[in-house]
């Protein structure tokens, strides 16, 4: 008597049929459009390859910026280089705040500047640089008051308007070497003790109910000769302002103000918006113009890949290797592109020289049944290449006049019985 296990052999069934149907179809298709595969399953389904080699399938791209709301990224930029300008700003701690929320501090509302020992700014330096750092003294630049309270909505356009910035308020300034080591060094910046003692004053009288809040905040402004942008440790890491003065006593006594928030801003002197390029830290983005409506509305997509080439004499770097990776990301048509209302998010691998998707599948699918045309925008990935370097990729556009560098996109598609 033979005893049939149907719900295993179901099983085993169902495992193996996907497998057989995708190595036919993949074993019947090459890279070119060609008439391989026209009859995968006899007369049930008819595969047909297309790629941009025949058709053009990428009808164009663009460069543009995305703006991020975002503090405490991690890093501080200062300086210029290769077209970017970068400042920062540092919003501190209230310093003469305390756990038991004691009048302790209140003494040195009355101190005058013979009393403050010291003030001084610490910064930490990281090893990335972004331009010509041999120049020993390629980093130069300025720091002023804040006027006004800032948020992760400002740019650099409304710095000005808002007046946030107080440039005619310098209160310290650098100008000198720095030496490149495994473990960088701690920069320490004189900083103005009238303003330390202003500081100490509206805070007092706001707690004694003036509506004048206090900002505690720093702008650190390049100057025009630099030549390098430099990163140093986020202000909720490690930025801190010490100030040393004398106690009732006479002693020196000390107090440490760590920063709370900090955030950088970048200007780019100018991009050509009709190239396709990425850049880390400028939220610089690529876009990409798909149109793919000859493909019969809701056509199978079984498989598409997507590749794109570097141009490597338009590409900038630090003194970190390029970036290996790079993500694209799908938008529906309504959604605004300054926002981050991104649908499907792919990875894009270095292969053979090119960055490589393997599978854009689900974009070309949307795509099919959303009116054949639609769009890709691509950025640094990773918290390291979008928001902590600068370093800048360009690509070779869809009208690239050599066709092997130009972007490709390959599809395997069937049509559903019936449509034609």
Request: aromatic residues 10%; neutral net charge.
């Amino acid at each position: 008597m033979i005893v049939l296990d149907i719900k295993g052999l179901l099983k085993r069934i169902s495992f193996f049929l996907p497998v057989i149907i995708t190595s036919l179809i993949l074993f019947s298709c090459n890279d070119e459009p060609t008439s391989i595969g026209s009859n995968l399953l006899q007369d049930t389904v008819t595969v047909y390859p297309l790629s941009t080699s025949t058709q053009r399938l990428i009808t164009g791209d663009s460069t543009f910026l995305f703006h991020i709301n975002t503090v405490n990224k991690g890093v501080l930029h200062i300086g210029k280089a290769n077209g970017v300008t970068a400042l920062s700003l540092v919003r501190f701690n209230e310093p003469i705040k305390n756990s038991d929320k004691s009048n302790k501090y209140d003494f040195l509302v009355n101190y005058t500047i013979d009393k403050i020992i010291s003030c001084k700014i610490k910064l930490f330096t990281k090893r990335y640089t972004f331009g010509d750092s041999t120049n020993p003294n390629a980093l130069s630049f300025k720091v002023y008051a804040v006027n006004k309270e800032w948020s992760n909505k400002d740019t650099w356009e409304t710095l000005d308007k808002k007046n946030i910035i107080d440039k005619s308020n310098e209160v310290a300034s650098f100008n000198g070497s720095i030496t490149q080591k495994d473990t960088m060094d701690v920069i320490e910046l004189d900083l103005d003790k009238n303003l330390f003692l202003e500081w100490v004053k509206k805070w007092y009288n706001y707690k004694l109910g003036d509506s004048s809040s206090i900002v505690w905040g720093l702008a650190f402004v390049p100057d025009d000769n630099s030549s390098v942008i430099r990163q140093f440790a986020g202000a909720s890491l490690d930025t801190s302002l010490i100030v040393k003065y004398l106690d009732s006593t006479g002693a020196e006594a000390t107090l440490g103000i760590n920063a709370a928030l900090d955030k950088p801003f970048y200007k780019i002197e100018s991009f050509e918006k009709n190239e396709l390029a990425i850049q880390g830290a400028t939220t610089l983005r690529g876009l990409l113009f798909f149109d793919i409506s000859m493909i019969p509305p809701m056509s199978a997509i079984h498989s598409a890949q997507f590749a794109i080439s570097l141009n490597n004499e338009k590409s900038v770097k630090g003194n970190n290797p390029l970036d290996s990776t790079f993500y694209a990301e799908l938008y529906y048509p309504d959604m605004p592109l300054d926002k981050d209302t991104t649908r499907k998010t792919y990875l894009a691998e270095k292969i053979d020289g090119k960055y490589v998707i393997s599978s854009i599948t689900s974009s070309v699918e949307y795509w099919n049944r959303n009116g054949g045309k639609g769009i890709l925008v691509i950025h640094p990935e990773g918290a390291r290449n979008e928001r902590w370097e600068l370093d800048k990729l360009t690509f070779y556009g869809p009208d690239e006049p050599d066709s092997t560098k130009r972007p490709s996109l390959k599809i395997i598609y069937s049509r559903v019985q019936g449509r034609k």
